[in-house]
C-alpha cells in the first residue's frame, strides 16, 4: 500500500506540475477553495467557479510556441452574497461515506488509527473540541485545512478505488486493467467511472469537457513513474472531483 | 456628576456606562441610539458597539471619531438624552468623507465615523447571464436550498436520487417537500443527538471540561468529578426541539434527559441505570447528586430546590465551574448576559449603568475606570450571590450566604450585598425574577434567533438581511411563541437563506 501510494503521489506531483491538463494543474496549496479544481473549473454551471473553460469542447493547447493567443473567456457571474460554506469535518465525513460507500471507520486514519475526521484533523476542518481543548467553537478554516482536506479526500479515494479493483461487484471503479497497469479509458465504463463520482458528489452529470479533460490525465499518468497507471488515475480522478468547491462548499 | 459638565466626559461616560447619579438609571449611548433608531442595521443584532463614535470611551480622556465629534457639536451641551435630535441635525452631513451621508451610511449599516467602512451595493449580473449556472443566483432558487438545507440540519448532502426528483417537482410541490426535510432533518442524530448541532450550540454557553466531569464517562480523577454538565446540554437541547419553549433555558424547573435522538424531561432527576455500582466501589457521596448503590456520586446535575431553579442558570455545573468561590459572583452572571441575550460586558456591549456601584466585597469596582463596566454587571450579579459554588451550601440556594460564608475573607461589608438587582435597568428582586425579565426581553428573542442565523448564514445580517432578521426574531417572539422549530421553517423560505 505504500509503494502504491507513493507511487500515486509521484504521479499527481507530475500532473500538478504541469504534465497534465490544464485543470488539473491547479494547485491545492493555497486554500481550501482552490483544492483541486480541475472539475468545476471546466464546468459552464458552477456559480462563483474560476472557470477556465467553460465549453463542452476538450481542452486545447495552442501555445506552442508558449504565448497563449486565445481570448480569455469572461469569467462567470459571481454572487453578490457568497453564500459558501465549507462543509467542515462532520459533513464532509458523512458526504464521503454515502460518495464512496465505506464506512466512517475506513475513511482516513491517521498515525496508527485515529480518525481524520473525529479526531486528528477535526480542529483543522473547522471542527471543536469541548471537553479536552475547550475548543467552543469552530475556528474558522485555518491554514492547514486544505492540506487535511487534500489527505482526508485521498485516502478515502485510494480506499475506494483498491477496494473496487478487488471486487467482482466494484461500487465505481470497474474499468477494465491493461498491460503494464494501465487502464482502459475506451471502456464505457470510464466514462460511467467519471458520471458515478459526478452524481453521487456533485448531484449532476459532468459536462463533455469535463469528462475529457479526466480522461486526459490517464495519459499524463501512463508516462510517468507510476507502477499503477490505471490505478492510480482512478484515484487522481476521484480525488480530482471530491476536492472541488462544488464538492467541498455549500 | 452635574448638568454643566463638559460634554467631552459627558458623552463618553454615558456611552460607556459610567456617567449616573446614584438615583438615577441613565441609558448608555448605544441603547439611546437604538431608541431613536430602531430600525438602524446597527441596531439589528444588538446594540452598537461604542466605536461608533469613539475612538477612545477612557473616561479620563475619551476621544471621537468625525461622526462622534459632529454628534458632540450637534448636541452643543445638550443631556445626552437630545441624542434623537443631534442625530436629524448630522444626517446629512458626510463626516467621515467616503461619500456616503451619515444616514446612508446608518441606513446600510456602516460606521459613519470610518472612511474605510462604506455601503456597498450588491450588484446582481443581468439575467442573460445567469442562463447557464447551476443555480440561480440573486434570488430565491429552491433546489439551491434544497441541498443546503439538507446539509444544515441533516449533516449530509440528499442523494442525486432524491435531489433528481425535487428538480422535478413543482414550485409548491418543493417548497412542501423542503419542509417535510427541514422536520426528517431536526430530527436526526446530526442535529439533536450527543454532540450534534443543538449540543455544539451550548458549548460556548455551558464551557464543559472534561477533568472535572461526574457522570458517564467522569474524569479520570475522582476527586476532581464536580458535576455533570451533560444535564446542562442535554437541558438546552430539550429546550430547542419540537414544540417546546426556548424560554425555558432560562425559566425550566426540570430535568432533561437523552436517549439516542429521543429527549425526555421529569420533574426531578433520573436514576441513570448505565451509572451501575462498580464491585469494591468506594467513594464519598455529595449532596445535590444522585447516588448509585455504592453511595458514589453520580449525575451531579442540579441541586438547587424546584422553586429557585432557573434552567442553566442554576445548574450544579454552573454553581462549581463558574461561581467557584466567588462572593459576588460576576463571572457567572455575565457567562449568562452574554450566552442568551447577547451582550458582552467585556467589549461594553448591553450597557445599563444603574448608580455608581457599591464596592461591597472591597474589589474597587466604584472607582471612576472601573464603574464603566460594574455599574451595569454589579447590579446584574446581585441576584446570583445567593447561589452557593463551592461552600458548605455547595451548589444550592441559600438565602443566608452573604453573611454566613465570606464575612471573614471579603470584609465587613459584603454581608450588605443586596439579592435585589437590575436588568436592562429594569429592578429585579431575585433570580427568578431576572431570569423572567431576560425572557421576556427582545435581547433574548434576537439572540436565540441570531445563533441559528450565524449557524445556517455564517456571520451576523448585513445590512441588506436586516430587515429579514428583524422580521424572523419579532415572529419568534409573537407568533412562534418562542418556538425554534418553527421559527426555523420560516428561516428556510427567506431569500437571505435561499439566494446562493
Given at each position: 500500500m505504500r509503494l502504491e501510494a507513493s507511487s500515486f503521489l509521484v504521479s499527481l506531483l507530475l500532473v500538478a506540475c504541469g504534465g497534465g491538463p490544464a485543470g488539473a494543474s491547479q494547485s491545492s496549496t493555497d486554500g481550501a477553495e482552490s483544492t483541486g479544481d480541475v472539475a468545476s473549473d471546466t464546468s459552464p454551471t458552477a456559480p462563483g467557479s474560476t472557470t477556465s473553460a467553460d465549453t463542452d469542447e476538450p481542452p486545447e493547447d495552442d501555445s506552442d510556441d508558449g504565448t497563449d493567443t486565445s481570448e480569455e473567456p469572461p469569467p462567470p457571474p459571481t454572487s453578490p452574497t457568497a453564500n459558501v460554506h465549507f462543509k467542515g469535518p462532520q459533513r464532509l465525513e458523512n458526504d464521503l461515506t454515502a460518495v464512496l460507500e465505506l464506512d466512517a471507520e475506513e475513511l482516513c486514519t491517521e498515525v496508527g488509527g485515529a480518525s481524520c475526521t473525529q479526531d486528528v484533523h477535526k480542529v483543522a476542518l473547522g471542527g471543536v473540541a469541548p471537553y479536552d481543548l475547550g475548543i467552543y467553537t469552530p475556528a474558522g478554516i485555518g491554514a492547514t485545512a486544505p492540506i487535511a482536506v487534500d489527505r482526508l479526500t485521498l485516502q478515502a479515494c485510494m480506499r475506494r478505488i483498491d477496494l473496487d479493483r478487488e471486487s467482482s461487484d466494484p461500487v465505481l471503479f470497474a474499468v477494465p486493467q491493461l498491460g503494464g497497469g494501465t487502464a482502459d479509458i475506451g471502456d464505457p465504463s470510464a466514462v460511467a467511472f467519471i458520471d458515478g463520482l459526478y452524481t453521487r458528489g456533485l448531484l449532476r452529470h459532468p459536462t463533455e469537457a469535463e469528462t475529457q479533460t479526466l480522461l486526459l490525465m490517464h495519459a499524463d499518468i501512463a508516462v510517468s513513474d507510476s507502477l499503477l497507471p490505471g490505478r492510480d488515475w482512478g484515484v487522481a480522478t476521484c480525488f480530482a472531483v471530491l476536492t472541488t468547491t462544488e464538492f467541498l462548499f455549500y | 456628576m452635574a448638568r454643566s459638565t463638559p460634554l467631552i466626559v459627558l458623552s463618553a461616560l454615558a456611552c460607556s456606562v459610567g456617567w449616573v447619579s446614584a438615583a438615577n438609571a441613565e441609558p448608555s449611548g448605544p441603547a439611546l441610539m437604538c431608541e431613536a433608531l430602531p430600525d438602524a442595521p446597527l441596531c439589528a443584532a444588538g446594540l452598537p458597539q461604542c466605536s461608533l463614535c469613539h475612538?477612545?470611551?477612557?473616561?479620563?480622556m475619551p476621544t471621537w471619531n468625525p461622526f462622534g465629534d459632529d454628534l458632540a457639536l450637534a448636541l452643543d451641551g445638550d443631556p445626552f438624552d437630545q441624542l434623537e435630535m443631534a442625530l436629524a441635525a448630522v444626517s446629512d452631513l458626510d463626516s467621515d468623507g467616503d461619500g456616503f451621508t451619515n444616514d446612508e451610511e446608518l441606513e446600510a449599516g456602516t460606521a459613519p465615523g470610518d472612511p474605510a467602512s462604506a455601503p456597498a451595493v450588491p450588484m446582481c449580473p443581468d439575467d442573460a447571464d445567469l442562463e447557464d449556472l447551476l443555480y440561480r443566483i440573486c434570488s430565491y432558487d429552491a433546489q439551491y436550498a434544497y441541498r443546503r438545507l439538507s446539509l444544515d440540519f441533516c449533516g449530509r448532502q440528499p442523494s442525486f436520487e432524491a435531489y433528481e426528483a425535487f428538480s422535478a417537482l413543482g414550485p409548491a410541490e418543493q417548497r412542501d417537500a423542503m419542509h417535510d426535510t427541514l422536520d426528517t432533518c431536526l430530527q436526526s442524530e446530526f442535529w439533536r443527538g450527543r454532540d450534534g448541532v443543538l449540543w455544539q450550540l451550548a458549548y460556548s454557553k455551558v464551557r464543559p471540561v472534561h477533568s472535572l466531569k461526574s457522570g458517564l464517562d467522569p474524569s479520570p480523577l475522582t476527586q476532581l468529578q464536580i458535576a455533570d454538565y451533560d444535564h446542562d446540554l442535554t437541558l438546552f437541547a430539550y429546550t430547542q426541539i419540537d414544540d417546546h419553549d426556548a424560554r425555558d433555558v432560562l425559566l425550566a424547573d426540570y430535568f432533561a434527559r437523552l436517549d439516542g435522538t429521543t429527549y425526555t424531561a421529569a420533574p426531578e432527576p433520573f436514576e441513570d441505570s448505565g451509572l451501575a455500582c462498580e464491585e469494591d466501589e468506594d467513594c464519598p457521596a455529595a449532596e445535590g447528586c444522585f447516588q448509585n448503590t455504592c453511595g458514589c456520586f453520580v449525575g451531579c446535575t442540579q441541586a438547587v430546590i424546584p422553586e429557585r431553579r432557573q434552567g442553566m442558570l442554576t445548574t450544579r455545573w454552573i454553581a462549581l465551574y463558574s461561581t467557584m468561590f466567588t462572593a459576588i459572583p460576576r463571572n457567572t452572571a455575565a457567562q449568562a448576559y452574554r450566552a442568551y441575550l447577547g451582550f458582552d460586558i467585556a467589549k461594553q456591549e448591553g450597557l445599563y449603568p444603574v448608580g455608581t456601584p457599591a464596592d461591597y466585597d472591597n474589589k474597587g469596582v466604584d472607582e471612576e475606570t472601573c464603574a464603566v463596566c460594574h455599574s451595569t454587571l454589579d447590579a446584574l450579579t446581585y441576584p446570583f450571590t445567593r447561589f452557593s459554588g463551592f461552600g458548605p451550601q455547595r451548589a444550592l440556594y441559600f438565602p443566608e450566604r452573604m453573611e454566613h460564608e465570606f464575612f471573614a475573607h471579603e470584609g465587613?461589608?459584603?454581608?450588605?450585598?443586596?439579592?435585589a438587582g437590575s436588568l436592562f435597568g429594569q429592578p429585579v428582586a431575585d433570580l427568578r425574577e431576572w431570569a423572567q425579565v431576560a425572557a421576556a426581553s427582545d435581547a433574548f428573542a434576537r439572540a436565540t434567533v441570531l445563533q441559528y442565523w450565524e449557524l445556517t448564514m455564517g456571520g451576523p445580517p448585513s445590512p441588506e438581511q436586516t430587515e429579514t432578521f428583524a422580521t424572523l426574531w419579532h415572529d419568534f417572539r409573537d407568533h412562534h411563541d418562542y418556538r425554534v422549530q418553527a421559527m426555523l421553517h420560516d428561516l428556510i423560505d427567506t431569500e437571505a437563506y435561499g439566494a446562493p
Open positions: - | 475612538e477612545s470611551t477612557d473616561p479620563a465587613p461589608d459584603i454581608a450588605n450585598t443586596p439579592e
